[in-house]
């Protein structure tokens, strides 16, 4: 059953159409079972999501730092099996919080695929402000550019 489970969550990977997931960085995550990530010093955090069962991840949210330190980019991604149950909710909520409460960060960026309105509903949940569409602006795997959809969210803004 786990490993039928881990094997849907890895086909979901590959065929994933949002191009703010690298794959090949997600697959990695996922059969290593937990994001092995030693960042620099405020330039990137992780957190996995996972079940009790070894090396089969059920989600994953991660935060990039500009060089300046000041603005963060969110990115996440849940298997399929594992959606609608708030996780992906909860695990952002928590790490926006973290974001601008701890590294006092001055905003957070999150972008989706268009297509992509559950992701764009958790962005909205959490307190993410849409900010619009940024036209051609991310490399899909099969090598078309696409669009994005930006949101952001600044100290004050987090919803509980």
């Not at 949940?125 to 099969?142: C, I, N, T, Y």
Request: hydrophobic share 35%.
């Amino acid at each position: 059953m786990d490993r039928r489970r881990c094997a849907r969550t890895r086909r979901s990977l590959q065929r994933s159409r949002d191009q703010s997931l690298d794959p090949a960085h997600s697959l990695a995550v996922h059969r290593g079972g937990c994001a092995h990530v030693r960042p620099r010093p405020r330039t990137a955090r992780g957190l996995l999501a996972r079940d009790h069962a070894p090396r089969c991840a059920r989600g994953a949210i991660g935060l990039g730092i500009n060089g300046p330190g000041y603005r963060g980019r969110i990115g996440y991604w849940v298997a399929t099996e594992a959606r609608g149950g708030g996780v992906c909710t909860r695990a952002l909520r928590v790490l926006s919080r973290w974001a601008l409460d701890e590294l006092a960060l001055a905003r957070l960026e999150l972008i989706t695929d268009p297509d992509n309105l559950a992701s764009q509903r958790v962005a909205v949940k959490v307190g993410f402000q849409r900010e619009g569409v940024l036209r051609s602006h991310l490399l899909h795997p099969d090598g078309r550019l696409r669009d994005s959809v930006m949101f952001s969210l600044l100290p004050g803004e987090l919803v509980d």
